[in-house]
């Protein structure tokens, strides 16, 4: 059982930073898959970006959704159980309640595919 709660969403302008950060409770967090999905309002949920694990290694590969690349990243601290998405130059469009996420599958991308959700964060950016 994973626990996850993130934290670090509030009101922004087009072009600032935020940085969010997803807490996680229970075993074994360094073998999780940790994914970053948004929902704005009257919108199915989405992937943003994801971490997983490669085998046989201490490493991780990164993964982002189009729209995101270049501007959001994705980071984890094991040591800590926590991920971070770290969201430059914001865009109204990126509005949504950020969830974080863990699965136990390798290379999950898809909600379905994760076991474990956080209550979200809000994120607002205004033009």
Do not use: H
């Not at 072009?15 to 009257?42: E, H, I, K, T, V």
């Not at 959001?72 to 430059?88: E, G, P």
């Amino acid at each position: 059982q994973v626990q996850l709660a993130e934290s670090g969403g509030g009101p922004v302008q087009a072009g600032d930073s935020l940085r969010l950060s997803c807490a996680a409770s229970g075993r074994s967090f360094s073998s999780y898959n940790m994914g970053w999905f948004r929902q704005a309002p009257g919108k199915e949920r989405e992937f943003v970006a994801a971490s997983t694990g490669i085998l046989y290694s201490s490493l991780y590969n990164t993964y982002y959704e189009d729209s995101v690349k270049g501007r959001f990243t994705m980071s984890r601290d094991n040591a800590k159980n926590t991920v971070y998405l770290q969201m430059n130059s914001l865009k109204p469009e990126d509005t949504a309640v950020y969830y974080c996420a863990a699965s136990s599958r390798r290379g999950a991308k898809y909600s379905y595919e994760y076991d474990y959700w956080g209550q979200g964060t809000q994120v607002t950016v205004s033009s």
